[in-house]
């Protein structure tokens, strides 16, 4: 699953992005308001979480946008300012959740795993597919055509990763950030060493072909014969 970040204080916003890359999510970091709103109006999110001190935009003019523009995805604040109009205003506003700062990263994990799960009231994508390709985000499950494919955690959020980009030549540098929460060392393998992983599970016998190197740029999944 998808989760924007929007935190402008350095430390707190490179914990979170880390810690939820751990946990297995995608994740995109926006450290004022201006990118988190262009963010959020643009991409696809199972789960915004939001400051509200922001430099620019505040968190509150932020969700105010969103929900007058119909998008209704979840929405926790994450805030030093902890009064209970403060509350009041933030879940009046449409927020699903409200924690202050500072914080436990088990409660923070803990919460965020409990607004994806509200199915009945939060309508978000579950499963990605491409050709025969299955990708099952609530069980976790991958599968081409009827066979199950074991994948580890990472490669499963490799996979996810292309799969939500779909058509797009990713470079390494940002499948280094947003899977291993790492800048891109020239000298490291790691990223061609998982991608030759996964496209060895998810392409060896099947047709067609779904992983693609496009040469001195990166990486694209999409159902083409050109590699």
């Known amino acids: 699953m998808k989760i924007l970040i929007v935190e402008d204080e350095t430390k707190i916003g490179d914990y979170l992005k880390q810690g939820l890359s751990e946990a297995g999510f995608v994740t995109d970091l926006a450290r004022n308001g201006l990118d988190g709103h262009h963010f959020a109006m643009t991409e696809p999110y199972d789960l915004i979480i939001l400051d509200v001190m922001l430099p620019d935009v505040d968190g509150w003019r932020?969700?105010?946008?969103l929900r007058e523009a119909g998008?209704?995805?979840?929405?926790?604040?994450?805030?030093?300012?902890?009064?209970?109009?403060?509350?009041?205003?933030?879940l009046e506003l449409g927020a699903d959740d409200y924690l202050v700062k500072p914080f436990a990263f088990a409660e923070l994990l803990a919460r965020v795993r409990t607004l994806l799960r509200r199915g009945a009231t939060v309508v978000t994508e579950t499963t990605l597919r491409i050709a025969d390709l299955e990708l099952d985000l609530m069980r976790r499950r991958v599968t081409r055509g009827s066979q199950r494919i074991t994948l580890t955690a990472k490669e499963f959020s490799l996979l996810e990763l292309l799969m939500?980009?779909?058509?797009?030549?990713?470079?390494?540098s940002?499948?280094?950030?947003?899977?291993?929460?790492?800048?891109?060392?020239?000298?490291t393998n790691v990223i061609d060493v998982a991608i030759r992983r996964v496209r060895a599970k998810i392409d060896d016998g099947f047709?067609?072909?779904?992983?693609?190197?496009?040469?001195?740029?990166g990486y694209m999944l999409d159902v083409s014969d050109d590699d």
């Open 207 to 217: 047709e067609p072909r779904l992983i693609h190197t496009v040469r001195g740029m």
């Open 71 to 90: 998008k209704m995805v979840p929405v926790l604040f994450l805030t030093a300012r902890d009064s209970v109009e403060d509350r009041v205003k933030g």
């Open 174 to 187: 940002l499948i280094a950030s947003q899977v291993w929460d790492m800048n891109f060392d020239s000298d």
């Open 164 to 172: 939500r980009r779909q058509g797009e030549v990713l470079p390494r």
């Open 62 to 65: 932020i969700l105010q946008s």
